[in-house]
């Protein structure tokens, strides 16, 4: 059974994904994570963003790898757990520019749809639906005003002690949706056969509960 989850940055799809798929019993896989470790490698080696070739060149020769400590998704980049890197803005935003590149892209879609075939999995990510697992069980195109987005992510990182401007938040988040919608391969988009969840006025538990019983429609 494969639940696909895809929307927007700063949606909510990791963390109810992560609820989703501990109820079930099943893997929650973050494909973001995989393109994060990805634009992690080309900053440690001071690769440019922008230069498509060296990115393709680079992560062909790279290991981005998979592990399960308990339920807990683990990413490996050449044999070392490079996880607790991965979630900085600036590591989501340069994620969203090398994620146009089709050779990154081909790499990353071997290991998400290997994960899927082996087990029962919540994945969540931007063409999971569309792409990835065109014919998983459930797609859920999980989304919320950009407003509404910046307003989460800019609570978060009060609560962690920072004092963010949630205008450049909001500017950020609108920019990076724009790159993901309109790229030239796998771009954002809500799959024909997906059920659209507009979070904006919905809590995580609301979210949780529809997405359960889609599944149990769906033979979860
Ligand atoms: O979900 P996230 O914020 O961790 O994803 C970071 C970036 O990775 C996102 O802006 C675009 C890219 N991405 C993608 O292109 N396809 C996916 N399935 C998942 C993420």
Redesign the pocket.
Known sequence: MNIAIDGP?GAG??TIAKIVSAKLGYIYV????M??AVAYNCAQLDIDPEDSDRIAAVSSESDISIKYVGDVQRVFLNGTDVTDHLRDEAV?NM??VV?RIPEVRSILLDLQRKLARENDVVM?????GTC?LPDAELKIYLTASSAVRAKRRYDELVAKGETPDIDVIEKDIIE?DER?MNRDI?PLKQADDAVLVDSSYMTIDEVTDRIITLAREAGA
Not at 30 to 33: N, V
Not at 124 to 128: A, E, K, L, N, Q
């Open positions: 940055a799809k990791s973050d494909t973001g994570a393109f994060r989501g994620a969203s994620a969540d990510g931007r063409d999971i990835v990076r993901d796998a």
